[in-house]
């Protein structure tokens, strides 16, 4: 990496996150809007480390009774029967069902608490101002941005077999409580990752790697 | 504090009395910063299907398309059929000692509603019916009006949101989360996959491929400015941003 690294808004400009335009704000003024599109510009999105956190902590408290609450109840005319979600995934494995067991495992319980350590290490790594791996960082970034939205399957799977299972009094299923509180995780986790602001990488690794002249 | 921040009510009252300034346009139009990294960097003269990448963090600037509005119309159209269609007749239908059932999208949604599950059912019904509405309701519209030479800036307007629609239009989970929910199924009861499985298998691979065919940049390299008095070049000459 060379000295002369420059970014945008070292120079005074800013990018519009809408419509790619880099423009310059009039004399006196921090920040606009877009003379092309009209969207209000920042140098960096405002407050992003501790908006992150928040909806960061918020899902990790909500990941707890997401998983220890039943998402489905099974209501057969022998009495009811209430499952979470990793117990979903035991009963969906079976000699043809593994692959699909797998996926759930994956999507439910996996993404979700990879997805909140990523961003914690993310948003720790930035103010700890480390200038270390800050390709990787980035990578690992736009991989939970383009991950996180695959753990809304367990929401449609239970909410699917819900809908079907219909039979009183031979056998229904209802969503249980734990439902909500895993939804919740999903749109917080999603949420987050829109808060984040990946140039806070870039601008901790210029500090100390590059002196401008 | 910012006048644009709309977490503080005061700062937001304030912020009402005057409209910020427009920001100006540079006069090197090929100057462009990378959204992932903000490395300010000179862009090469566009040159149709060559693709620009970041210098410091490989994020793509630039993406050669062609014929990028014919392709993205054709596509969206039969997005568009293809959605109403599935949305209209049966999912997933199953029978089990002579009993039958059997549910549309916003049918499972509703049934969730009902069960006094009202927030889950919101979600539901927003990333798997009215996000892709919007999706592709607004790409159809965009790709329509982006075909004049110098689009009118509702054009922009509905570019400026189709972003979020996409990020909550989720029809590809949607199918997934449906065919476990089968597989679970077939433990009890016989399933019918009806109708809009099929069409939703295949709509899931035409939303990414309008994403890839349609070519945003150069819609807003050719659009009306909301300022026009900010160096906007009427003859639409306008060179790209990245």
Not at chain 2, 9 to 29: I, K, M, Q, V, Y
């Amino acid at each position: 990496m060379s000295s002369t690294v420059l970014t945008a808004m070292d120079a005074g400009l800013q990018r519009c996150e809408t419509c790619g335009l880099l423009s310059r704000p009039v004399a006196g003024e921090e920040e606009g809007r877009c003379p092309r599109c009209d969207e209000e510009l920042v140098f960096r999105k405002h407050d992003s480390i501790q908006r992150t956190w928040a909806y960061l902590i918020a899902a990790a408290i909500c990941y707890i009774p997401a998983n220890t609450l039943p998402v489905l109840t099974t209501t057969t005319a022998t009495g009811a029967d209430s499952d979470t979600i990793l117990q979903g995934v035991i009963l969906l494995w079976s000699p043809t069902g593994w692959p699909l067991s797998l996926i759930v495992l994956f999507a439910s319980i996996m993404i979700p608490s990879a997805k909140i350590i990523t961003l914690a290490y993310l948003l720790i790594t930035i103010q700890t101002r480390s200038p270390r791996n800050t390709r990787q960082r980035l990578r690992l970034y736009r991989t939970v941005e383009f991950v996180g939205r695959w753990s809304m399957v367990d929401v449609f799977v239970d909410t699917f077999t819900a809908a079907l299972i219909q039979f009183q009094p031979l056998m229904s299923i209802e969503p249980g409580p734990g439902l909500f509180f895993f939804a919740a995780v999903v749109v917080l986790t999603m949420m987050a990752v829109e808060s984040f602001d990946a140039r806070l990488i870039w601008d901790a690794a210029n500090l100390t790697e590059v002196s401008y002249a | 504090m910012s006048r644009h921040d709309r977490r503080n009510p005061a700062a937001f009252l304030a912020a009402s009395d005057r409209e910020p300034a427009f920001n100006g346009p540079l006069p090197d139009a090929l100057l462009a910063a990378c959204p992932g990294c903000d490395l300010l960097q000179r862009l090469p003269e566009p040159s149709p299907g060559a693709s620009e990448y970041c210098a410091r963090c490989d994020t793509e600037l630039r993406r050669g398309r062609e014929d990028s509005l014919d392709r993205t119309l054709a596509l969206t159209f039969a997005a568009a059929i293809l959605y109403v269609v599935a949305n209209s007749v049966p999912m997933l239908g199953l029978t089990i000692a002579g009993l039958k059932a059997s549910t549309t999208i916003a049918g499972g949604a509703k049934h969730l509603w009902d069960g006094g599950r009202e927030t889950v059912a919101a979600l539901v019904l927003l990333t798997a019916v009215i996000a892709p509405a919007i999706q592709i309701g607004f790409m159809l519209t965009i790709a329509m009006g982006a075909r004049r030479e110098r689009p009118q800036r509702w054009v922009g307007a509905l570019m400026r949101f189709w972003p979020m629609a996409r990020t909550w239009s989720m029809l590809e989970v949607l199918l997934l989360g449906v065919l476990v929910a089968l597989t679970k199924i077939a433990d009890y009861a016989t399933v019918v996959p009806g109708m809009a499985l099929f069409l939703l298998a295949a709509l899931v691979f035409i939303l990414p491929a309008i994403q890839v065919s349609f070519d945003a940049q150069d819609v807003w390299n050719r659009i009306e400015w909301v300022n026009p008095g900010s160096g906007d070049n009427s003859d639409g000459s306008v060179g790209a941003q990245a």
